[in-house]
């Protein structure tokens, strides 16, 4: 994606508009599928049948879930799975993206969102990448008023993302 390099440029500043959760996560999807099939990983998208209105940034708020699915096609096997889940919360929304791929040492969890964290020893990595892209998701996410946050059993064990957002943002300027 030509506005990927948003994402890495640190430029934080939210151009609000009305948007919907669906909207987004289907330019998210438009993307990732090309790479997602080439490595033959399958992909599920589960959204509520009803729209969910989000006044937000929606192309931030793409490059976010274009960064965290490609980060999962990055870190799962071929023939591997990812599931992206959409939870209407009534006053927020809950966005699961779950692989089952290497995984995360639970003790490298709280470090992973930190600028230029990256799990693997950069002298044996085999994956590309400056180590920004979740440091950068994380301040976008809470720009929007969210949380982002990761869970894993460890190990090649998969690995879960979360995004919780606020349906209406605090007050702010636009």
């Given amino acids: 994606m030509k506005n990927m390099n948003l994402l890495y440029t640190g430029k934080t500043d939210l151009v609000l508009s009305q948007s919907n959760i669906h909207e ?38 793409g490059l976010v879930f274009v960064n965290l699915l490609s980060n999962a096609i990055k870190f799962t096997p071929s023939g591997g799975e990812i599931k992206l889940k959409v939870l209407d919360k009534k006053d927020n929304v809950l966005i699961s993206i779950q692989d089952n791929g290497r995984g995360i040492p639970p003790e490298k969890l709280d470090k992973i969102f930190e600028d230029f964290y990256q ?40 690995s879960v993302f979360y995004i919780r957002l606020p349906l209406s943002l605090p007050s702010q300027s636009d």
């Fill in 24 to 61: 987004i996560i289907d330019i998210a999807k438009k993307e990732i599928t090309p790479t997602a099939d080439a490595k033959n990983i399958k992909t599920s998208f589960e959204l509520p049948s009803s729209q969910i209105p989000l006044r937000c940034d929606k192309i931030k708020l």
């Fill in 119 to 158: 799990v693997e020893n950069h002298l044996i990595r085999e994956s590309g990448g400056l180590g920004v892209g979740l440091s950068i998701a994380r301040k976008i996410v809470e720009l929007h008023g969210g949380k982002i946050w990761a869970e894993s059993e460890g190990v090649n064990l998969g």
